[in-house]
């Protein structure tokens, strides 16, 4: 059983007295309340117990006494009523707090608990974010003072510096770079859908473009469960920082980073082995290239020596454990090939997760490592093509100068049933919202032509908790995007059940209309070819190629380079791998067309290397071999690889459940069984099912016998029947 408790980033809680609910018509005691109306949704609703206002001020007034400053306000019914966390916002003010972040101006939604995680993600970010932009604007004249200045947020939006916060903060890095590759790739390179693939030092960072930005409104970061739009960016703890090691017979690639500071062992600092080491042993990586700000003077060379001794080192540990004889390239290109797996990974999740054909996109590849593992990834994937942008190394920070400015309004609906007397209050709220965005904007200098406008409404099946954000040109529309985006997530749709709306959302834009990207000149015919500059060899497959070495800055628009090469950019290492080419677009970038993918037999033996890929790939399992096996550690990896199954069936389940039980207090297990009835694989879960599980599912089916049939449901609850 698995139970993470992360770090609470509060230092204390203290209650507010007072409590406000909706008004029903069965409410005991309401001839006694005081009927007080929404601000915010016109909804009615009664005061059962007034803000006390004394017990408040000798509560902060201790909470100030210990030295806090900065606190967090989280009402239970403050999305539709605020009114009494404006009056705690004055009070502490008042008495002298800093900073005070209400739960209904950051994020207001239902659910006070994700909520409340919110609001004080924004309490202790926001004051650091405050100090760090005074200390910017600071080392300028008048202190900026009637100077346009954006930031980004999270949601891949331009926001100016006196609005950004830290709840929309916390993904606007790696949100710029998802606006860099949209920008420059989908509609001018490529009319198909996009996977960006952002590589770094100590992560790795994936998404999709499609012609919209795809948004989450509730994820959970380092544990905390965050209501804010962000764009949908799944990350793994893989980069050319993460740290190689060999555990139980397995190669294993992070999560651990050595960082910036020791580094990888070719940093010269005492580091340990990385995916940087790796990939400088197999010659991928070209010290020559790289600056000499390397070792504790920060004055020399990256040490390929170093790491070459620290991979033999390996090799000995991995031959005498595995009885095999492998060369210390084929221990570096093995860790390299786990590597890869698992930045595949969070790609599917992302593509065949949500109902959509990896095959059917193209790889988008940028970030400081990306270039040496983007063939690789696009062929383990099914994907034909890579983008490769000339920015390729700083795409994140171009992205950012590509963004345009968003002003988002949302109001909560109060759970309001999806039904055609309620579209005109629907459509009335829609509008209202789009003039306050179109007005936010108008006052940042954006004529009516450069303004569009996006509505959203926030849906859900009655009695579920998970809610879609839908867009759809009408009210009466809406229905039909829910109903085809809750097909295509999970599978299914509930044709009875009613569907209510959380919150309409309205997203206005101000285009920035960037100017195109600059072309470079045509290559002449005779030179479709560039000269390489040098050819080296690099290891590829259990041998070594020669591998022609190119400049960027030596290409044209029409260059053709066949694989295996290399191209060397200021920012970033290119690897177009064997059986792939690349082609220079009119702007510089880079087209790889990928080769199929080699397809290795696979015997009886034991395969240290293939057995850690496994650990991270199991659908695609039938795709490796050519015919049925069978060997003693079958067992093995089916038990590691299928874990990650049993742990999507439980997500499914608890998005999509009606129960309490499940949803909230997720009291549920999920587990993968064998012809025999026999446990292959579990999610860590509930374990005291597990005992019982195996021994239901093997009555199930000597009961039923040959009645049993595959899609099958089968419901048992009987204490006799295994349990």
């Known amino acids: ?150 930031f980004m947020q999270s949601d891949g939006g331009l926001t100016p510096m006196s609005f950004f916060n830290g709840s929309r903060a916390i993904l606007s890095g790696p949100a710029g770079g998802v606006v860099g590759y949209a920008a420059t790739t989908f509609g001018k390179e490529t009319d198909q859908a996009v996977i960006g693939f952002d590589m770094g030092g100590t992560s790795t960072d994936v998404s999709r473009y499609d012609g919209s930005y795809q948004h989450v409104f509730e994820t959970t970061t380092a544990g905390v469960t965050i209501q804010a739009p962000q764009l949908d960016i799944s990350t793994v703890a893989a980069g050319g920082g993460s740290i190689l090691s060999f555990r139980a017979g397995l190669f294993a690639a992070g999560p651990d980073s050595a960082s910036a500071h020791p580094g990888p062992v070719c940093y010269r ?25 390397f070792g504790p003077k920060e004055n020399e060379s990256l040490d390929k020596e170093a790491a070459v001794q620290a991979f033999e080192k390996m090799a000995e540990e991995v031959n005498s454990f595995m009885k095999t004889d492998l060369s210390t390239q084929e221990v570096a290109q093995g860790f390299i090939a786990v590597a890869n797996e698992s930045m595949c990974r969070p790609i599917r999740n992302l593509t065949q997760g949500k109902g959509y054909d990896t095959r059917n996109h193209v790889l988008a590849c940028f970030g400081g490592a990306g270039g040496q593992h983007a063939c690789a990834i696009a062929r383990s994937l099914g994907m034909k093509t890579v983008f490769v942008h000339k920015y390729a190394g700083i ?40 003039i306050k965005c179109i007005q936010a904007l108008q006052k940042q200098g954006f004529e009516n032509h450069l303004i569009r406008t996006e509505k959203f409404l926030h849906m859900r099946y009655q009695g579920t908790d998970c809610a879609l954000m839908c867009s759809a040109p009408s009210v009466e529309a809406f229905l039909e995007a829910f109903l085809k985006q809750y097909k295509k997530e999970f599978g299914f749709t509930m044709p009875n059940r009613a569907v209510l709306i959380d919150d309409v959302r309205v997203r206005g834009v101000g285009c920035t209309q960037f100017g195109r990207e600059a072309s470079l000149a045509e290559a002449p015919p005779h030179l479709s070819v560039p000269k390489a500059v040098e050819t080296v060899d690099v290891f590829f497959d259990s041998r070594y190629e020669k591998t022609n070495v190119y ?22 290492t290119i690897l177009v791998e064997p059986d792939c080419s690349c082609v220079v677009s009119e702007q510089g970038n880079l087209r790889i067309d990928v080769g199929q993918e080699r397809k290795e037999r696979i015997g009886t033996e034991l395969d240290t290397i293939q057995l850690s890929v496994f650990s991270h790939r199991f659908m695609s399992i039938a795709g490796e071999l050519e015919e049925p096996f069978f060997f003693p550690h079958f067992f093995l990896f089916l038990t590691i690889c299928t874990s990650q199954i049993s742990e999507q069936m439980g997500r499914i389940l608890q998005r999509t459940s009606i ?35 195996q021994s239901t599912v093997r009555y199930q089916m000597t009961t039923l016998g040959d009645n049993l049939h595959p899609g099958d449901v089968i419901l048992a609850n009987h204490p006799q029947a295994g349990q």
């Open 1 to 150: 059983m698995e139970i993470v408790k992360p770090e609470v980033l509060y230092e204390q809680v203290v209650e507010v007295k007072g409590r406000v609910i909706p008004k029903k018509n069965d409410c005991e005691g309401e001839a006694h309340w005081k009927v007080v109306k929404s601000n915010v949704t016109d909804e009615v609703m009664f005061e059962v117990e007034p803000l006390d206002e004394d017990d408040l001020r000798r509560s902060l007034k201790a909470l100030f006494d210990r030295g806090i400053r900065s606190i967090a306000v989280a009402l239970m019914h403050s999305y539709v009523y605020n009114q009494h966390e404006i009056r705690v916002e004055a009070i502490a003010t008042e008495m002298g707090f800093t900073h005070v972040s209400l739960s209904s101006n950051v994020m207001p939604m239902i659910r006070i608990v994700p909520r409340g995680f919110t609001t004080s993600v924004d309490t202790y970010l926001t004051p650091a974010i405050k100090r760090y932009l005074q200390g910017f604007s600071a080392g300028f004249a008048n202190q900026l003072d009637g100077v346009n200045v954006q």
């Open 269 to 293: 600092k005492g580091g340990p082995l990385t995916i940087t080491d790796a990939n400088l042993v197999l010659g991928r990586l070209i010290p020559s290239y790289f600056p000499q700000i």
């Open 395 to 434: 795409l994140s920070a171009y992205g950012m100068a590509l963004a345009d400015v968003v002003h988002e309004e949302q109001i909560p609906c109060a759970s309001l049933e999806f039904q055609p007397s309620n579209f005109s209050s629907l459509n009335s709220s829609l509008e209202s919202l789009s």
């Open 551 to 572: 400049k960027m800055e030596d290409l044209s628009y029409g260059h053709v380079l066949g694989g295996p090469c290399i191209v060397m950019d200021k920012l970033s």
């Open 659 to 693: 129960s309490t039980n499940i949803k909230e207090r997720l009291d549920f297990s999920c587990a993968l069984f064998g012809p025999d009835g026999g446990l292959v694989s579990n999610a860590p879960h509930i374990p005291v099912h597990l005992g019982a599980m």
